[in-house]
């Protein structure tokens, strides 16, 4: 069964901090793995897309890595604001697909505290 | 920013009642999907379409109907709401070919069945 496992399931850092979150998954084939960001009450943002090429990729303080040898990605956010408080969401498309379908992971709640 | 939109944002209404989820989006894409999110789960896709008089049903069972008369437009029927609909609704739509990586998604419908 594909599946897309994020953790932490929540998190709370002090604004400015620097933090990490993480993403395991079982998709295969594999076509791209997508960062969304999720305001609450709101449809997902996305962030980054890497292909399976792709190892790394930096949109502003979102940095996001892709291992698709060990089918982990990362998505770290530097120098953290009031702002970035929201559900980041680890979505991932199978190469098999032509609809472009996605699996997505159940997110991590991030919270910045002034 | 996506120009995909979403009415009504919010919608509470009685068990029993039809209605009518609206979405439209203005980048004239040949996919639209819609998937359901209950509080701190995944998104689980319900419904796409690959076009105009295309539609599908997705990996989530769902008693909704949508339809697909013209590019722009995809709503979502429920004939008879009950409270096991509560949910948020989520429409998002995408290119066609190849890269139709980006799925652009709208607000969202906060739906409660009382």
């Known amino acids: 069964k594909n599946q897309v496992e994020q953790s932490p399931q929540s998190l709370i850092i002090l604004e400015g901090k620097n933090c990490t979150l993480q993403?395991?998954?079982?998709?295969?084939?594999?076509?791209?793995l997508r960062w969304y960001k999720q305001d609450t009450g709101r449809g997902p943002v996305s962030l980054t897309i890497?292909?399976?090429?792709?190892n790394t990729k930096s949109n502003g303080r979102y940095t996001a890595t892709l291992d698709a040898d060990t089918k982990q990605s990362s998505l770290h956010i530097t120098a953290s604001q009031l702002s970035d408080s929201a559900s980041y969401i680890c979505?991932?498309?199978?190469?098999?697909?032509?609809?472009?379908?996605?699996?997505f992971g159940r997110g991590t709640q991030l919270t910045v505290w002034p | 920013e996506a120009d995909i939109y979403q009415t009504p944002r919010y919608l509470v209404i009685g068990t029993g009642k039809k209605i009518t989820l609206e979405c439209s989006q203005t980048?004239?894409?040949?996919?639209m999907y819609w998937y359901q999110q209950d509080p701190g789960m995944e998104l689980h896709l319900i419904h796409y379409?690959?076009?105009?008089?295309?539609?599908e049903k997705g990996d989530l069972s769902s008693e909704s109907t949508v339809s697909r008369i013209r590019t722009e437009h995809f709503p979502l029927t429920l004939e008879s709401a009950r409270p096991s609909h509560t949910s948020q609704y989520l429409c998002?739509?995408?290119?066609?070919?190849?890269?139709?990586?980006?799925?652009?998604f709208g607000p969202g419908t906060r739906l409660t069945v009382t």
């Open positions: 998002a739509s995408s290119e066609s070919g190849q890269r139709a990586y980006e799925q652009y």
């Open positions: 993403c395991n998954y079982t998709v295969s084939p594999f076509s791209n």
């Open positions: 890497m292909t399976f090429s792709e």
């Open positions: 979505v991932v498309s199978d190469r098999g697909s032509t609809l472009g379908r996605l699996y």
């Open positions: 980048m004239g894409h040949d996919k």
């Open positions: 379409s690959y076009g105009v008089n295309s539609t």
